[in-house]
């Protein structure tokens, strides 16, 4: 159920940090469970909202009324039972697609070069590819051109260069882990390409951690790993190739496997290359079902 959680200013002097990092860790415990939707201050200062999903309304008090700037005394909780209108459930209506047929598509001719889509179709989910060369040396390298090629093996494939040092290491060492990458993450694999090695591992505040069946390590901060060794590398010419591996170990954060498939998905919080500059998250899922 859906809750808003509105906070009333009853004390004018200004929260203590202890108060303000207790009350920021609380929303970011919140937000790792899948439960928050919204937060923030009000812009005249009177207090603030919190939009929330909680399993009844007991535990949305509870949440509430242990909030440390109602236990500090600077402000009040009201709580209410709220609903989330958004595209995924027609804003509450069943008749809105009815009432809002689309207008008729027009289309206009796209270039073949990708680099020229300045609206891309296809954007492409974000994930970090880390491979290591015979001597142990990690690189980590964010790719988007990435798709399952086949069920039985399970086969996973993405697009790289020859110029690329992950290419080089998979080739050299028969393994890769491609590590998926949560929306949050999005900003340190974008600022990648500007560095290298250990360098780029440096400047991205990544934690590696030992794979379970390959050499290369996982990433951490990333909430699935694919473990894979090279099945296949296949050149289209010039210095673009996919490379394929065969998944033999995976990984997921283990709060992704809530029976709530919103708040698993939430959790998991994919994103996806868009164009050059920007990015997207995966939004609400939609039941095919209606």
Not at 91 to 119: C, I, N, Q, T
Not at 253 to 280: M, S
Request: charged share 20%; with cysteine; glycine share 8%.
């Amino acid at each position: 159920m859906e809750f808003e959680i509105r906070l009333r200013r009853v004390r004018a002097d200004p929260f203590s940090e202890d108060a303000i990092a207790e009350h920021v860790d609380r929303l970011a415990d919140l937000d790792d469970a899948g439960q928050l939707i919204a937060a923030g201050p009000l812009a005249d200062g009177t207090g603030g909202v919190i939009l929330a999903r909680f399993g009844d309304l007991a535990e949305a008090q509870r949440y509430a009324q242990a909030d440390p700037y109602v236990t500090g005394g600077w402000e009040m909780a009201e709580v209410r039972p709220w609903q989330w209108a958004h595209r995924g459930n027609q804003y509450l209506d069943p008749e809105l697609p009815g009432r809002r047929a689309p207008a008729p598509r027009r289309f206009v001719p796209l270039p073949l070069d990708k680099h020229d889509w300045s609206r891309s179709p296809l954007p492409g989910q974000i994930v970090l590819v880390t491979t290591a060369d015979r001597d142990g040396a990690v690189d980590v390298a964010p790719k988007s051109w990435v798709s399952m090629a086949a069920f039985d093996p399970p086969v996973i494939g993405f697009g790289c260069s020859t110029a690329h040092l992950t290419h080089d290491n998979a080739a050299a060492t028969g393994e890769f882990v491609v590590n998926v990458v949560p929306a949050s993450l999005a900003p340190a694999a974008w600022a990648m390409p500007g560095s290298h090695g250990g360098e780029r591992l440096e400047h991205a505040r990544l934690r590696l951690g030992p794979a379970s069946a390959v050499a290369v390590p996982v990433v951490l901060d990333c909430v699935a790993h694919l473990e894979c060794r090279l099945q296949q590398i296949v050149t289209f010419g010039g210095d673009e190739v996919f490379i394929f591996g065969r998944i033999v170990a995976a990984a997921i954060d283990a709060e992704c496997l809530t029976d709530d498939a919103a708040a698993a998905y939430r959790r998991l919080d994919p994103c996806f290359f868009l164009q050059a500059r920007l990015y997207a998250g995966l939004g609400p899922p939609a039941s095919a079902d209606g």
